[in-house]
């Protein structure tokens, strides 16, 4: 249960009584109702202001305020995560084929320098063959 409201300041006037347990009062915030003059000290009035800033305080962090606080920033940020989600994919999809791409021209250029040893057995071949053929060539000359 909440705390008993304080009792009535002296030289209040029913009106400004009847709002002192809101802590507000509409006609003193539009300065149509005053203090009395002999009743105007700050120590009366500090009571009145800590129980309306205790309610407020408790209204405004109230868990449903809360959630409902939380679920607006949800609405407000979700299409822009959901594009930034989105843009992310599609960074990730085009970097796989440049991944791609580059691992499969690092293959290429490794089976390449591994090929040299066939490429210089094929260059001792031909030369082999080359050297045969101008036997052959001189052989046939001389007859």
């Known amino acids: 249960p909440p705390p008993p409201a304080p009792p009535p300041a ?54 449903s305020v809360a959630l409902y606080r939380l679920q607006e920033h949800v609405r407000r940020s979700l299409p822009e995560l959901a594009q930034h989600k989105s843009d992310m994919q599609s960074w990730e999809e085009q970097s796989q084929g440049a991944i791609y791409t580059v691992e499969y021209a690092c293959s290429a250029i490794k089976n390449m320098t591994d090929s040299s040893v066939y490429f210089k057995s094929i260059d001792g071949l031909l030369k082999q063959a080359i050297a045969m053929k101008d036997q052959l060539n001189a052989a046939q000359g001389r007859r």
């Not at 149509?32 to 800590?50: N, S, Y």
């Open 10 to 63: 002296p030289g209040l006037c029913r009106a400004q009584r009847g709002h002192q347990a809101l802590g507000s009062c509409p006609g003193r915030q539009a300065g149509l109702l005053r203090r009395r003059p002999e009743t105007t000290a700050r120590g009366k009035e500090q009571p009145v202001t800590d129980k309306f800033t205790e309610s407020m305080y408790v209204l405004a962090n109230e868990p």
